[in-house]
């Protein structure tokens, strides 16, 4: 199935290195989601203008790194490995704005 990665505070994250992944159950043949199931985990780089994603001088979220509203991370029960690689790899408007780090650290 698939599954969606979120992390802004203004969707209900606490702050962007917490990514919350979730997921639809569907049970007895419903239409619709029966329930969803959420899961989600701190990581300690997202990119932004310093490392750590949270520098006390950043002016606006972006600054802060990446910030993902809505992105399908499995669709149909692939994972989109690629996608997210780009998405976490690319840095915001700036040239000190950098996408994350340490890729493996969020792999």
Do not use: W
């Not at 994250?13 to 199931?37: C, E, M, Q, R």
């Not at 300690?44 to 509203?69: C, N, Q, W, Y």
């Amino acid at each position: 199935g698939d599954a969606l990665l979120c992390n802004p505070p203004s969707a209900g994250g606490s702050h962007l290195p917490d990514l919350t992944i979730i997921t639809p159950v569907f049970y007895g043949g419903a239409a619709k989601p029966t329930f969803f199931v959420a899961n989600r985990g701190h990581h300690a780089d997202i990119g932004g203008i310093t490392p750590g994603s949270m520098p006390p001088h950043s002016r606006f979220l972006s600054e802060e790194g990446m910030a993902v509203k809505t992105f399908k991370i499995t669709q149909r029960g692939v994972f989109q490995e690629e996608d997210i690689i780009e998405l976490l790899t690319r840095g915001g408007e700036g040239a000190d704005n950098v996408g994350t780090r340490r890729l493996s650290d969020n792999m």
